[in-house]
């Protein structure tokens, strides 16, 4: 029920997973409106099961309601996880309100202290092999981090893509205002110094923000508020590109000759900054695995993060990062 | 004898002031290429004038050096504001090394204890009467700051755009994770309650990242570490969008006839990220003084913040910027 198309785009993404793949989705909501929704498309009934849900939690909500609201979909759909009916979640609902419901009903892998959000998004790729989808943590479950908490989140986020992306060594950079293992203050340089002594991870060292959509690294971690009005940043220009298409293809027929010429090239810098493409992007720390969709997600987004949050399950993900932070020097 | 095409490009910039303005300048460098490229040119020798400097601080130097290379162009320069044989300092050079040259030489203006570095930036225009370019400070002479600096920040910025932009109020906003008060942790919470009653700036609340490319603020504060990777990151985007056409102009014909049907959007969007094409960014706190341009800045980057210099001066910036300090609450 969460999202600013739910659920009719979250519905129509299930359905299509559940005739694309054999990954077996619970829509967990309001019964009646999902079921006149799949009326109307193609599915699968084997894979695909209603959970009722009689309360929502609103986008623009205050998340502590998920404390009040005990039959909504958020918070059923992760008590069906913790209670071990669920694999995994995926939601493109409140942001605040997904956090605090993990946070309340799942528990932290050893040694975390709170939960962190990651951002996938899309960006040029530099070395042979990389990925070109890159991963941003904290993007805004904290405001500040201790250094001890920056080397937690590149472990989880190198051991997340290691599985997710299939690239064998994720390069991790620590987000800094300069290249040099003096810069950003006494938190980072210590952040930087333990980062450089992980066995378990490829530190390449600290990246700035024009790194970011530049391949020099594949997870990148930073401060929640660093990594918030990054992320923000990227969507704002994302919105301004898709607004310049959009405007140039209803304008006049030399714009549009014009961008059908051009489309590759307006593709390629959209696909830059254009993260609501993709899946989503998980929320780490928890012993279960938790995929926070865009709001705007519309169909195909949700189909990509229900493969995502699979591929995860099966992949054994959060068993990765446990035994990935264990080696934690 | 600052910039990545110094000095060529600052004495060609300073050469067009020469006949363009009634502005002064004294270029302060190596005299015999400053004239041998001065010979090249048109100019006007009422307005120009060369001070001989030895030496030299290069772009990746430690900005330290500033204190043994006392015949430095950039440190003599500095010199020649603060002993009042110039109004203002503009350069192109190792921004660290300006930085400190400055705070070595300058005095700060009352109640300020560290300067800061702000960038002036092109973004798109909301309300009626807005400049198209905003200012983000502090992009990186700090790394975190207190609230009382941040309003410091936020006076001293208002006052620049206010005399500089001709906007009789510019709207200041503070960089943070979200619009509500309470968010970005103790020091923004704040500095949010200090902003708001302030009488000498309109403070419009916080602003997110997205709203670094938008109108909902003139003046944008924040600590140095975010600051600096929001200030790379679009910079960063920019130099991907100028690749992009650079390689369309140069691929192939249909691509060019694409190009320029589509030249007038490419250029909108450029131009919001492309802020090597404006003049400079003032390094504030000080009574004199500083415009610190882009690294890459071209003749017509260096002419532009050479007249944004001398409007500050003929305007009182730092005058102005005195008077707002002393009404802070």
Redesign the interface.
Do not use: P
């Given at each position: 029920m969460g999202g600013d198309a739910a659920p009719d785009e979250i519905v129509r993404g299930a359905a299509l997973a559940s005739t694309a793949t054999d990954i077996e989705t619970m829509l967990v909501g309001d019964e009646a409106r999902i079921q006149a929704i799949l009326d109307q498309v193609a599915y699968n009934p084997e894979n695909l099961s209603i959970v009722p849900a009689t309360d929502v939690i609103g986008m623009g909500d205050d998340p502590r309601l998920v404390r009040e609201r005990k039959h909504s979909s958020l918070v059923l759909a992760v008590r069906a996880a913790a209670d071990g009916r669920a694999d995994a979640v995926v939601s493109a609902g409140n942001t605040g309100a997904c956090i605090l419901a993990a946070a309340d009903q799942f528990a932290l892998l050893p040694g975390i202290r709170r939960a962190a959000l990651a951002s996938v998004y899309p960006r040029?790729v530099e070395h042979e092999g990389q990925d070109r989808l890159a991963l941003l943590l904290d993007v805004?479950a904290t405001?500040?981090c201790e250094a001890e908490e920056l080397v937690q989140l590149a472990i989880m986020g190198s051991a997340y893509a290691r599985r997710i992306s299939k690239v064998p060594e994720p390069r991790v950079g620590l987000?800094?205002?300069g290249s040099e293992e003096s810069k950003?203050?006494a938190v980072?340089v210590d952040a930087h110094a333990r980062l450089r002594r992980q066995p378990a991870i490829r530190f390449v060292g600290n990246v700035?923000?024009?790194?970011?959509?530049?391949g020099k690294a594949d997870v990148i971690v930073?401060e929640?508020?660093?990594g918030?009005?990054?992320?923000?940043?990227?969507?704002?220009?994302s919105?301004?590109?898709g607004e310049?298409a959009r405007?140039?293809a209803e304008q006049r027929l030399?714009?549009r000759?014009?961008?059908?010429?051009?489309s590759q090239?307006?593709e390629?810098?959209q696909a830059?900054?254009d993260y609501t493409q993709y899946g989503g992007s998980p929320i780490l720390g928890f012993e279960h695995l938790f995929i926070k969709c865009h709001g705007r997600s519309n169909a195909r987004a949700i189909v990509n993060a229900i493969k995502v949050a699979a591929k995860g399950v099966r992949d054994r993900v959060p068993t990765e990062m446990r035994e990935a932070l264990a080696r934690m020097r």
């Open positions: 040029q805004g405001v500040r987000l800094n205002m950003g203050g980072l700035e923000g024009n790194d970011l959509v530049r930073c929640g508020l660093v918030n009005v990054a992320l923000k940043l990227l969507e704002g220009i919105e301004t590109l310049l405007a140039a030399v714009w000759v014009g961008l059908r010429l051009l090239g307006v390629r810098v830059l900054t």
